[in-house]
Nanobody
């Protein structure tokens, strides 16, 4: 059974940085498509950044040049380095996996990021 566990959220001042982690288990990971989404109160869940199963990386325009997605295949962990954080980045951040070949979709439980002075 695939499990995704996020960590690294918290309270940070505007302009600050955080690094989110998503530890995966129960999958091959190396060929799975991975992504970060976020959901603010009253909003729909939206894409932040992702890595395709071919290794291509993409970002939402609102975070490009501030956020960096990466993965450690040996640790089966997905990361999101968030710099120059803004109050509008405040949301619950979720890790998503789409498994290679079977296209099953899995979500983590989410981690809260709050950007406030």
């Amino acid at each position: 059974q695939v499990q995704l566990v996020e960590s690294g959220g918290g309270l940070v001042q505007p302009g600050g940085s955080l690094r989110l982690s998503c530890a995966a288990s129960g999958s091959t990971f190396s060929r799975d498509a991975m992504a970060w989404y976020r959901q603010a109160p009253g909003d729909q869940r939206s894409l932040v950044a992702g890595i395709t199963n071919g290794g291509n990386i993409y970002y939402a325009s609102s975070v490009k040049d501030r956020f960096t997605i990466s993965r450690d295949l040996a640790k089966k962990t997905l990361y999101l380095q968030m710099n120059s954080l803004k109050p509008e980045d405040t949301a619950v951040y979720y890790c998503k996996m789409v498994t290679w070949m079977t296209n099953n979709v899995y979500w983590g439980q989410g981690t809260q990021v709050t950007v406030s002075s």
